[in-house]
């Protein structure tokens, strides 16, 4: 059992990301496709993808795929997976489902069919026909896509986006997760200067923080699967230990935000706080409009304000226009932001953007158009 099939989910346009992280963290076998990656590992690095991956919602691991275009297909293939291999005899199991474009779209009985499916299983395995149901918890998800069957059981348990760090956040707060795929999205690094001008609360630069300093996400997380015996406690804590290791603190960081709202400042400073990287960013109150760049150098990644229920029109044009002023004759400055008004180019008009990616924050659709600065010549 000890060679699985795990697929970390995420955020429809951040494969690339993903895969990369992956790739980084020793796994090689990927298959990608929207929204997910597939890889191949072993039982004992569960912890491994969990703890360490910035841009993914969660790992599940996969027990079977199969057609089923109907419901004795679905009940019987399901039966036949060895679901005595994780879940054990006390264990308490709850069934999530989605159906896309296949035959059996009522998700709620297929949740049903499965649930009868799995304890016809275990009952006959355990020989048993009650389950006390008092150990480890485990949450099975059918998702069945052009009548492909793929049954899955969560890793994660919360979603790998609640890092724990943040306790306030503003109206229009990205995800961690989407927050880390911006920073890794850009050209950043450890050494230059990185603004947010409209920080919120805080999360992309916090998330920049943690990427500097090579602390892993989900470090102090506790996963659904920490209680799997299945998976030796041995390798959470060594999976913990070389995060830990692996933490640079040397150097000093130049991370900057700013914002209009006292109370997003003092947000900001409060996650930071909790994130364990208070020292490495400065936060200051102070109006995009107020803002002096007198660096050469530098990158500015940004959500600004969009929506009506947010800004008016004109006060959002009025940004964008600030920012086309500020940058429009700082060639050395990259520029990365991300909004759902897709007339931003229109008024940031230093040149075109070098690359706009698609995106989605939550459900709204949005772009992340990146600007490309000149290189310092030191790099």
């Given at each position: 059992?000890?060679?699985?099939?795990?697929?970390?989910?995420?955020?429809?346009?951040?494969?690339?990301?993903v895969?990369?992280?992956?790739?980084?963290?020793?796994?090689?076998?990927?298959?990608?496709?929207?929204?997910?990656?597939?890889?191949?590992a072993?039982?004992?690095?569960?912890?491994?993808?969990?703890?360490?991956?910035?841009?993914?919602d969660?790992?599940?691991?996969?027990?079977?795929?199969?057609?089923?275009?109907?419901?004795?297909?679905?009940?019987?293939q399901?039966?036949s997976?060895?679901?005595?291999?994780?879940?054990?005899?006390?264990?308490?199991?709850?069934?999530?489902?989605?159906?896309?474009?296949?035959?059996?779209?009522?998700?709620?009985?297929?949740?049903?069919?499965?649930?009868?499916?799995?304890?016809?299983?275990?009952?006959?395995?355990?020989?048993?026909?009650?389950?006390?149901?008092?150990?480890?918890?485990?949450?099975?998800?059918?998702?069945?896509?052009?009548?492909?069957?793929t049954?899955?059981?969560?890793?994660?348990?919360?979603?790998?986006?609640?890092?724990?760090?943040?306790?306030?956040?503003?109206?229009a707060?990205?995800?961690?997760?989407?927050?880390?795929?911006?920073?890794?999205?850009?050209?950043?690094?450890?050494?230059?200067?990185?603004?947010?001008?409209?920080?919120?609360?805080?999360?992309?630069?916090?998330?920049?923080?943690?990427?500097?300093?090579?602390?892993?996400p989900?470090?102090?997380t506790?996963?659904?699967?920490?209680?799997?015996?299945?998976?030796?406690?041995?390798?959470w804590?060594?999976?913990?230990?070389?995060?830990?290791?692996?933490?640079?603190?040397?150097?000093?960081?130049?991370?900057?935000?700013?914002?209009?709202?006292?109370?997003?400042?003092?947000?900001?400073?409060?996650?930071?706080?909790?994130?364990?990287?208070?020292?490495?960013?400065?936060?200051?109150?102070?109006?995009?409009?107020?803002?002096?760049?007198?660096?050469?150098?530098?990158?500015?990644?940004?959500?600004?304000?969009?929506?009506?229920?947010?800004?008016?029109?004109?006060?959002?044009?009025?940004?964008?226009?600030?920012?086309?002023?500020?940058?429009?004759n700082?060639?050395?400055?990259?520029?990365?932001?991300?909004?759902?008004?897709?007339?931003?180019?229109?008024?940031?008009?230093?040149?075109?953007?070098?690359?706009?990616?698609?995106?989605?924050?939550?459900?709204?659709?949005?772009?992340?158009?990146?600007?490309?600065?000149?290189?310092?010549?030191?790099?």
């Amino acid at each position: 059992m000890s060679k699985i099939t795990l697929i970390a989910i995420h955020t429809f346009g951040l494969e690339s990301v993903v895969k990369r992280e992956l790739q980084d963290l020793g796994f090689h076998d990927l298959t990608v496709s929207n929204g997910r990656v597939e890889f191949t590992a072993e039982t004992e690095q569960i912890p491994l993808p969990n703890i360490w991956l910035r841009s993914a919602d969660r790992v599940l691991l996969k027990i079977g795929e199969f057609e089923a275009k109907t419901f004795e297909d679905l009940f019987e293939q399901t039966r036949s997976l060895p679901w005595e291999d994780w879940i054990t005899k006390d264990g308490k199991f709850t069934v999530t489902g989605k159906s896309v474009k296949s035959t059996l779209g009522s998700v709620r009985a297929c949740q049903s069919i499965v649930k009868k499916a799995v304890v016809e299983r275990l009952s006959e395995l355990y020989q048993t026909d009650w389950f006390e149901e008092t150990g480890p918890e485990f949450t099975i998800q059918v998702s069945l896509l052009k009548d492909i069957a793929t049954l899955t059981i969560d890793t994660s348990g919360q979603g790998l986006n609640r890092r724990g760090y943040r306790k306030q956040s503003g109206e229009a707060s990205l995800k961690e997760t989407m927050a880390a795929a911006l920073v890794l999205l850009s050209f950043y690094r450890k050494d230059r200067l990185l603004i947010d001008p409209m920080c919120g609360s805080g999360t992309i630069l916090i998330e920049a923080a943690l990427i500097a300093r090579n602390i892993a996400p989900n470090l102090y997380t506790e996963f659904a699967s920490e209680g799997w015996p299945s998976i030796p406690k041995s390798a959470w804590k060594e999976a913990r230990q070389a995060a830990r290791e692996a933490i640079d603190r040397s150097g000093e960081l130049q991370l900057f935000g700013y914002d209009i709202d006292p109370e997003m400042i003092r947000a900001s400073q409060a996650n930071a706080r909790t994130a364990g990287v208070e020292n490495d960013i400065v936060f200051e109150q102070k109006d995009i409009h107020d803002l002096w760049i007198d660096q050469q150098y530098g990158m500015v990644i940004s959500n600004p304000p969009y929506g009506i229920k947010l800004s008016t029109f004109q006060e959002i044009n009025q940004i964008y226009i600030t920012l086309h002023k500020m940058f429009r004759n700082k060639s050395g400055w990259s520029i990365y932001i991300i909004t759902g008004d897709k007339k931003f180019p229109d008024y940031f008009k230093r040149a075109k953007p070098d690359r706009v990616r698609k995106l989605f924050n939550a459900s709204i659709e949005v772009n992340y158009y990146q600007y490309y600065g000149e290189r310092p010549q030191s790099d």
